[in-house]
Every structure is written in structure tokens, then in C-alpha cells.
């Protein structure tokens, strides 16, 4: 192999950043998505009485579980600082955090180490 092919091949480190950060982004717009219906579903229920959907609430709640386990697991490969992995992982809690965080966090990986 030429060192021109060695040099375009990411590395193995690479290749699993690269995995963790794709599992991260689809399960913060997923939690992000979860929690907009289950803020819909409280407006709902407490606004206009409508009281159909108590599921709603417990699959935000196994989708933010699964959120906090991806997320830890990038935070982990990538080295980020406990206040910074903290405020990540929080960001599933608040309606549309989620969404401009994972943009920051991924602009931040993909420049170090995925470029």
C-alpha cells in the first residue's frame, strides 16, 4: 500500500468517532422530537383536558434513556470535560436544545477529529 492510500484511510479511532457521532445525532433529534410531542401532549392534558396519550411520556422517557447512553459513550471517545458532557446530556430535557446542541457538538467533532 502506498502511503498516499494509508494517509486517506481514516483510522480505526476515527471510524468509531465517526459511528458514535452518527448514533449521537439521531438519537438527540429523536429525544428532540419525543420531547416536542410530549410537550404537545402536557398543553394538551392540562390546557384542554384532552388526556389520550400517557404513552407519550414513557417513550421520551426510554428514548432520552437511550439519548444519555450514546451520548455518554461519544463523550467517552472523544474526551469531552464532565461540564461539557453534563450540559449535553441535559439538552434532551429542554424543547429545541437538543437540536442546536447537536449541531455545535458535531461541528466541534468533525473539526477535530474527523477532518
Known amino acids: 500500500m502506498t502511503a498516499?492510500?494509508?494517509?486517506?484511510?481514516?483510522?480505526?479511532?476515527q471510524a468509531r468517532i465517526a459511528s458514535a457521532l452518527t448514533r449521537y445525532r439521531f438519537l438527540a433529534w429523536t429525544t428532540g422530537i419525543w420531547l416536542l410531542v410530549l410537550t404537545t401532549e402536557v398543553i394538551a392534558k392540562y390546557g384542554f383536558g384532552v388526556d389520550n396519550f400517557g404513552w407519550v411520556g414513557i417513550v421520551h422517557g426510554w428514548v432520552y434513556l437511550v439519548f444519555l447512553v450514546?451520548?455518554?459513550?461519544?463523550?467517552?471517545k472523544v474526551r469531552w470535560p464532565a461540564v461539557k458532557t453534563i450540559l449535553t446530556l441535559l439538552s434532551g430535557t429542554i424543547p429545541f436544545l437538543s437540536f442546536f446542541v447537536e449541531h455545535i457538538r458535531t461541528a466541534e467533532v468533525k473539526k477535530r477529529f474527523l477532518s
Open 4 to 13: 498516499e492510500m494509508t494517509e486517506n484511510k481514516p483510522t480505526q479511532d
Open 70 to 76: 450514546v451520548t455518554a459513550d461519544l463523550a467517552v
